[in-house]
């Protein structure tokens, strides 16, 4: 165990994350998303909730400020998102960047163009409904 680092945190991951740079993007899934035919990067979190892999990351992970560093998938048509699932999100989010503006929301299949090309998917217990979020990296400030 290591002090300061999320139990949530398994080692693949953290290797993932230091390997990450400025701009590339990490998808936290959930138990529904297609993550192993999107992407060969998928690394498991089974069990643990979105938002407690965000407490863990943010702290060690810059957002990109250059461009839109959160993306979650709209709703399709004729369903409906619950917007408890953001609020909580973006209350883990905001206490590590404060600043951090609500997710941009993007189609069904713009989200899954987003995870092809993405450095990595991480595979959650998360069971809400619309429950997944790219992370951009940004650069960490001196």
Same mark, same amino acid.
């Given at each position: 165990?290591?002090?300061?680092?999320?139990?949530?945190?398994?080692?693949?991951?953290?290797?993932?994350?230091?390997? *990450? &740079? %400025?701009? !590339?993007?990490?998808?936290? $899934? !959930?138990?529904?998303?297609?993550?192993?035919?999107?992407?060969?990067?998928?690394?498991?979190?089974?069990?643990?909730?979105?938002?407690?892999?965000? #407490?863990?990351?943010?702290?060690?992970?810059?957002? !990109?400020?250059? #461009?839109?560093?959160?993306?979650?998938?709209?709703?399709?048509?004729?369903?409906?998102?619950?917007? $408890?699932?953001?609020?909580?999100? *973006?209350?883990?989010?905001?206490? %590590? $960047?404060?600043?951090?503006?609500?997710?941009?929301?993007?189609?069904?299949? $713009?989200?899954?163009?987003?995870?092809? &090309?993405?450095?990595?998917?991480? *595979?959650?217990?998360?069971?809400?409904?619309?429950?997944?979020?790219?992370?951009?990296? &940004?650069?960490?400030?001196?």
């Amino acid at each position: 165990m290591l002090k300061g680092i999320a139990p949530c945190l398994s080692p693949e991951l953290l290797k993932t994350l230091a390997e *990450m &740079g %400025h701009g !590339d993007e990490i998808i936290l $899934a !959930d138990a529904h998303f297609p993550g192993h035919s999107m992407n060969a990067r998928v690394l498991r979190a089974d069990g643990v909730r979105i938002v407690e892999l965000l #407490a863990g990351i943010l702290p060690l992970f810059e957002l !990109d400020s250059y #461009a839109t560093p959160l993306v979650m998938m709209a709703a399709v048509s004729g369903d409906r998102l619950d917007p $408890a699932v953001e609020v909580s999100y *973006m209350k883990a989010v905001r206490r %590590h $960047a404060p600043g951090a503006k609500t997710p941009e929301r993007v189609d069904r299949f $713009a989200f899954y163009e987003r995870t092809r &090309g993405a450095f990595a998917v991480v *595979m959650t217990g998360e069971t809400a409904k619309y429950g997944n979020i790219l992370l951009k990296k &940004g650069v960490t400030p001196k």
